[in-house]
């Protein structure tokens, strides 16, 4: 049978032969052949050829199982060492699960298995090498499965297991504690999983935790470190493989990960930082680096250490310093910054770390060059020929600062909304460069950064900043200096920038255009317009409010459809575009018929759609921009236009198009056109367009939801209708938003803004008792908790003087307001230019200028008292009130009808802001 074995597995690799020599060994593993004889060495290699996956580590577990059952001994190290030798994916699952099998019955309870040959480190070593070797990362489905499951990934899952073993026994499984060799296997194999792309969310998901469980392998190293275990130690290809590995993962806890690590870094280094005097005059932390310069000397490899014949005695415990030089060079430093730049939350204080850390830097960097002043190094091929290294030449290995990290920095600043601290930056790097720092030379990337900072600011100066930096940028290049040329996304963000603070300055679409007139010329594809530029020149123009902004709008858009047919792909039109331009149609004072330009770029848009662009697919945000230009347009028939343009919405949606589907903002905007529209119909089509809300939410379209907004603006719409029973229309609302509240639906709750409407609807109607109904819906604003506003008391004070009845009445109702008056003064609220006429209107409708005299003094008196005489009040009392009774009053013989609010007292219009005195001899000049 040995020799049957011996031709099968000499043959050519066929299933057939592998079936008979697997059948034939188990034979002869069952009747104790000599190991010799088993030929297993050979027959594991035929194997690994001729099976794959599962079938292949399915045979390996049956010859383990034929030994366990027929050896006294089973041989689980030297099956496994053979498999190991195998270099695939299929035998290091086999050798996996064998040596699982073998820890599992050593540690039985019950019947725990004694052997003379127990796995170590070094098996399991063997098998992370045989991993690394076979080039993949997991295991192969079989019949036989793994006691355990950390990670995904097979080296690190494995070292993760010998964690756990020894763990739970410390002393019994010093055996099996993980080595340098065990770590860097894992953090290697974690590392090349990294780059692995699938379709996989669950993979997906995975490999933005790598970073952590690469950075959790390096802390457990450390542990041990710190525990005496020096052989352990991380060197410097260790540290720079996590790193990477944070830097490349997208965990939002990386960036203090990777902070951490780089200071553990700098401990090690004995580095040590302190602050001196608190913070700079720029903002950033006065440090000082002390260093253990003797770590240049140091090994910064394992390799190294080994190569030197240090590495037995740091294995007998050495207390000596940290072993390698691990001091952090610029690429560890710039990972670090780059994780914290991309974090989600980047303010100040991430700044000031960043900050922190280029200082170091730079401390660093002055030791390194110290270092090779006082070392120069020596190139032996220069020395030959009796010359010398330039030791201005950096080493690859340096700590100092370059460009990259001041990009980086500029980045931070940028997100953290510190554009004055990114110029400073920027100006650094500017000095560094020009005193000799070839190291730190701004380039494009470091320009667009800092525009980028400039882009997010608010202020009034943003736009001069970012056209001084192009100016400067096309200057530098102009004099040579091709690598700061501007490019697209410079003239981009500048044109973004221009018009974000084009409201503030108005010449800003002016600078827009003439960027982009130089951007046609240029003959690089890369640095012409495409139609994200041109789409911001037109938010530009519509940000100004210029009279131009609705024609120029058009203009470009006609503009991008010639550029594109002459061959410029780059500027195909698509919907962002021509939303903006609706936009700036919509919002344009300059030209009558504002709406109905708008709607017909909008039939433009579905014209091109239909014809097949899909680039140009209307979506519900540009049906909603014109219905709110007819809503905002004096046209009667603005709620026909803006009802019109829903229908299409459907019609569209149902034809198909996903993204123009009618939502809540496109019901709300139609409703708010009826109720501006002032139509007889008004509240009704209204009404009917709610009715058809309510039962889309009630088929489950959330999409469709009524809320607060859009109750309030449908009873809007009844009191434009002047129906006789719009009040009623009004209260049936109310009465509906709040049982709709009182379920839970909180967006239906009626707000100020609400009970403001229905105040207003009172004061339209004829109701003969209108003041008790508004101080029935004050009362129930107060009892559901909603805090009236001015607006609220001068609505209800307007309502109470519309009061009509007898005598008595109209004296309850003058109370009201009096009451009102007083109440909105105690709770805080201030009268404006409207409560005082509101308060005089009740007077002259329900009081008697002779019966009520002493009332009517009293409320003149509090009125002079309050400084609240404008034009409008002045006007209202003049014309109830007998010219005898104001001249007696201002102590002024004069008709009163002839003065004006400015002849009034100093000490009546105090807290009122009075117009321009207007000049009599002045005519008015024509338009």
């Not at 690590?261 to 302190?274: I, N, P």
């Not at 102009?478 to 996304?489: A, F, K, M, T």
């Not at 939410?697 to 209708?721: C, H, L, Q």
């Not at 308060?839 to 002493?854: E, R, S, V, Y």
Request: charged share 25%.
């Amino acid at each position: 049978m040995s020799s049957c074995i011996e031709q099968y597995i000499s043959e050519v690799h066929s299933y057939v032969c592998a079936e008979q020599a697997h059948a034939l060994l188990l034979r002869l593993i069952m009747e104790r052949t000599a190991w010799q004889r088993l030929h297993l060495d050979g027959a594991i290699r035929y194997f690994d050829n001729v099976y794959s996956g599962g079938t292949f580590v399915d045979r390996m577990m049956s010859i383990t199982t034929a030994f366990e059952e027929a050896y006294e001994e089973t041989p689980y190290k030297s099956i496994i060492s053979l498999l190991c030798n195998c270099y695939s994916a299929h035998a290091s699952t086999a050798a996996e699960l064998i040596l699982d099998r073998f820890e599992t019955r050593l540690q039985d309870e019950n019947n725990p298995l004694y052997h003379s040959n127990l796995p170590t480190v070094e098996t399991y070593n063997a098998i992370l090498t045989s991993w690394a070797k076979s080039g993949r990362r997991r295991h192969v489905k079989s019949s036989s499965s793994l006691s355990y499951s950390h990670h995904p990934n097979a080296p690190s899952n494995l070292v993760s297991q010998m964690l756990q073993l020894y763990n739970e026994n410390p002393s019994e499984m010093e055996r099996i504690r993980p080595d340098f060799l065990s770590f860097n296997t894992a953090i290697a194999s974690l590392t090349r999983d990294q780059h692995f792309r699938s379709n996989n969310s669950d993979d997906n998901t995975y490999r933005r935790t790598i970073g952590k469980v690469c950075f959790d392998h390096l802390q457990t190293m450390m542990m041990f470190y710190r525990q005496g275990n020096h052989a352990i130690a991380p060197d410097l290809i260790t540290f720079s493989t996590v790193m990477m590995t944070l830097g490349r993962g997208k965990d939002r806890d990386d960036a203090s990960r990777a902070m951490q690590l780089l200071d553990e870094m700098l401990h090690l280094c004995g580095v040590d930082v302190k602050k001196v005097g608190g913070v700079g005059n720029d903002g950033s932390l006065t440090i000082s680096v002390v260093l253990n310069t003797a770590l240049f000397d140091q090994p910064t490899t394992f390799t190294e250490l080994y190569e030197e014949g240090d590495f037995d005695e740091i294995n007998q415990g050495s207390s000596r310093q940290y072993i390698y030089n691990v001091i952090p060079r610029n690429k560890h430093f710039n990972v670090a910054l780059a994780i914290m730049a991309q974090s989600r939350k980047v303010n100040s204080n991430t700044l000031e770390e960043a900050r922190r850390y280029v200082d170091i830097m730079e401390q660093l960097g002055q030791y390194e060059s110290q270092k090779m002043l006082d070392n120069p190094p020596v190139n032996e091929e220069l020395s030959d020929k009796g010359l010398e290294m330039d030791i201005s030449i950096i080493s690859a290995s340096s700590s100092k600062p370059d460009t990259i990290t001041f990009n980086t920095l500029l980045k931070i600043a940028a997100k953290a909304g510190e554009p004055v601290v990114a110029d400073e930056i920027f100006n650094e790097m500017m000095t560094k460069y020009s005193e000799g720092n070839l190291q730190v030379k701004p380039d494009r990337v470091s320009f667009n950064t800092l525009l980028l900072a400039w882009s997010k600011a608010k202020g009034a100066n943003a736009g001069k900043r970012v056209t001084e930096l192009l100016e400067t940028m096309q200057k530098m290049a102009d004099n040579g200096d091709e690598e700061v040329r501007p490019d697209h996304v410079s003239m981009t963000t500048v044109i973004n920038t221009l018009a974000m603070s084009a409201k503030k300055n108005r010449s800003n679409p002016k600078q827009a255009e003439s960027i982009i007139s130089r951007m046609e010329d240029n003959k690089e594809a890369a640095l012409r317009p495409d139609v994200v530029t041109y789409t911001a020149v037109m938010k530009c123009w519509m940000e100004c409010g210029s009279l131009r902004a609705a024609g120029r709008a058009v203009e470009i858009i006609d503009k991008l459809h010639q550029r594109y047919e002459d061959g410029y792909l780059e500027c195909k039109p698509d919907t962002l575009a021509y939303n903006v331009a609706l936009n700036a149609i919509a919002k344009s004072r300059a030209i009558e018929g504002g709406a109905e330009n708008a709607e017909a770029l909008l039939e433009r848009m579905k014209d091109r759609y239909m014809t097949g662009d899909k680039d140009v697919a209307p979506s519900a945000r540009s049906f909603v921009t014109v219905m709110n230009a007819w809503a905002r347009s004096k046209d009667p028939n603005r709620g026909k236009h803006a009802e019109k343009l829903l229908l299409q919405m459907h019609e569209l949606h149902s034809a198909g198009l996903d993204n123009v589907a009618p939502n809540t903002v496109a019901y709300s905007t139609c409703i708010f056109a009826w109720s501006k529209s002032g139509q007889s119909n008004a509240g009704s089509r209204a009404q009917k367009l709610l009715k058809e809300m309510e039962r889309y939410r009630s088929e489950g379209m959330d999409d469709m939801k009524p809320n607060v907004f859009i109750y309030t603006n449908v009873m809007e719409a009844w009191i434009a209708s002047r129906q006789p029973d719009s009040l009623d229309k009004v209260e049936a609302i109310l009465e509906h938003m709040i049982e709709q509240s009182n379920a839970g639906d909180r967006d239906s709750a009626p707000n100020t803004t609400t009970f403001n409407v229905v105040l207003k609807a009172i004061r339209h109607s004829s109701h003969p008792e209108m003041h008790d109904k508004a101080e029935q819906v004050l009362n129930c604003m107060k009892k559901t908790g909603v805090k009236p506003n001015i607006i609220t008391y001068n609505t209800f004070m307007g309502a109470c003087a519309r009061a009509e009845g007898n005598e008595e009445t109209r004296r309850r109702a003058f109370s009201l307001v009096l009451a009102a008056f007083s109440e909105l003064q105690a709770i805080g609220l201030r009268p404006d230019g409207y409560t005082w006429p509101a308060i005089w209107q009740a007077c002259q409708c329900h009081l008697d200028i002779n019966a009520d005299l002493p009332k009517i003094n009293s409320l003149f008196d509090i009125t002079v008292k309050n400084g609240a005489f404008n034009e409008l009040l002045f006007n209202s009392v003049r014309g109830f009130l007998p010219p005898s009774y104001l001249q007696k009053k201002l102590n002024r013989k004069d008709d009163v009808r002839t003065l004006t609010v400015h002849d009034l007292p100093a000490e009546w219009t105090r807290n009122v802001k009075l117009g321009r005195v207007k000049d009599p001899t002045k005519k008015k000049s024509k338009a």
